[in-house]
């Protein structure tokens, strides 16, 4: 049995934090990536119909049986059980089954011993649904003598866990180009939401505490909001609500991705493993990539951050806290990560559902759902994947961002997030900082000191 072949670990072993990409810059402003060639696109429904299909059948057989699903090249949805009954149940469901030796109890078993023994800085772990195994990475500033101690403790776990080097380090990363500023770095938005009280930006809870002020420009003339609700450790989201006057008019929803264009987002929703997913961000454009993993854990100097989306999607600095969507739906929050976009490497999202849910908003221009999520019906395919024949299994790696519309011209509704992520705003709001400096400095040099105490205070709680 499993049980049988764990041995005792030295309590001496370290499992610490993992950096992540730290308060980024907004959004996009190079031009669209490239755009699908495939001839029958995904629709967002087929692939919806393809997750709760397999969910269900996740769901009514239960974690001993099964050990997660995910959407196969060819739109098909995989469910990976454990015996034959419970393949048969699949086939006759219309899924494909995978027969594995490990079930859901036995991964999720294997996270928790991870989660429960020290850490080691540069670690991040996921289970892989469709290798049946929990992948712990660690990256290269991890030692030799830790890496050791890790694969000491993986091997007496048992063989559900595998552990895998990868490429560069998992680190904060504070610079960026245009962005929303404060006095503790710049972040990212992601998605405009509102509730009954105001109207916000949901954006990474890592960006800062309660209180933070973020401004349009670094020199800090032109005040945006204030953060009124953040989650981290833990989670990573937080809302920015605007101030008077500040708030995007016409209640849309429109992720700029450059160029003068962007994508409006419909509604919101969780991602499939094996999904193809986009992400926005100020420094590397739009970016695509596979989704890798749901639930994993992240562990960030600050705390250790669960339930992530894992991907493929490539991050520089400056995309941190950027939307992550697909067929026009959004998805998640950019949390953290490693590599660039010339070598590939791993980002972290946190998933878009649980942040409205938690904080009991919606997405700007869709109708109110229960515990704050939009409404089943706000998920319609986009304008641009409409064209697929209904009901059609398509390969996920065929979904397009969404339907690409002009953002800001006439009768053209223009959000906070597409003016100052449109490159033709970047330079004028530069060059009146020379002239401003002098008169700026006090001010700010007691404003970055009362913010920097803010920041200690928060965080210092979760220092050990």
Request: aromatic fraction near 6%; hydrophobic fraction near 40%.
């Amino acid at each position: 049995m499993r049980h049988a072949r764990r041995r005792i670990v030295r309590r001496g072993a370290r499992f610490a934090a993992v950096g992540g990409l730290l308060c980024g810059g907004l959004m996009v402003t190079h031009a669209m990536a490239s755009e699908p060639s495939d001839t029958s696109p995904a629709t967002g429904s087929s692939v919806r119909t393809a997750v709760t299909t397999g969910a269900g059948l996740v769901s009514r057989l239960g974690a001993t049986r099964t050990a997660g699903t995910w959407v196969a090249g060819d739109g098909r949805p995989v469910v990976a059980v454990t015996d034959a009954e419970a393949a048969a149940e699949v086939k006759r469901a219309g899924a494909r089954p995978k027969v594995v030796p490990h079930s859901m109890r036995d991964l999720k078993s294997a996270t928790q011993e991870l989660s429960s023994a020290p850490r080691v800085p540069g670690t991040a772990w996921a289970v892989d649904y469709t290798k049946n195994e929990v992948v712990v990475q660690a990256d290269s500033t991890v030692s030799a003598s830790d890496w050791s101690r890790m694969t000491k403790l993986a091997d007496g776990i048992g063989d559900e866990v595998r552990m895998r080097r990868t490429q560069g380090t998992f680190t904060t990363r504070v610079n960026g180009a245009t962005a929303i500023f404060s006095t503790g770095g710049r972040c990212s938005a992601g998605f405009n939401v509102t509730n009954a009280s105001g109207e916000f930006i949901l954006t990474a809870g890592h960006c800062g505490p309660a209180g933070s002020v973020w401004f349009s420009d670094n020199s800090g003339r032109q005040q945006v909001g204030r953060t009124v609700t953040t989650a981290f450790p833990g989670s990573d989201f937080s809302l920015v609500q605007y101030d008077a006057g500040q708030a995007p008019a016409g209640g849309t929803n429109i992720v700029a991705i450059g160029g003068g264009n962007g994508v409006r987002i419909n509604g919101a929703a969780d991602p499939a493993v094996g999904q193809r997913v986009f992400r926005s961000g100020s420094t590397s454009g739009l970016r695509d990539g596979k989704v890798t993993a749901l639930g994993a854990t992240v562990n960030y100097p600050e705390g250790t951050v669960t339930g992530l989306i894992e991907t493929t999607v490539c991050a520089e600095p400056g995309d941190s806290g950027g939307p992550l969507f697909s067929e026009g739906i959004a998805l998640g929050v950019t949390s953290g990560g490693n590599g660039d976009c010339t070598s590939g490497g791993t980002t972290f999202f946190q998933p878009v559902t649980k942040a409205l849910t938690a904080l009991g908003v919606k997405l700007a221009g869709q109708a109110q759902g229960a515990g704050g999520a939009a409404a089943a019906s706000s998920l319609a395919p986009s304008a641009q994947a409409s064209a697929a024949p209904q009901g059609a299994a398509a390969a996920p790696g065929s979904a397009a961002p969404g339907a690409v519309e002009a953002v800001g011209g006439t009768g053209t509704a223009q959000t906070f997030v597409s003016r100052i992520t449109d490159p033709r705003n970047v330079g004028p709001g530069l060059l009146v900082i020379a002239g401003s400096i002098i008169a700026l400095v006090a001010t700010r040099f007691v404003r970055s000191e009362q913010d920097r105490k803010a920041y200690r205070r928060q965080y210092s709680q979760s220092w050990g």
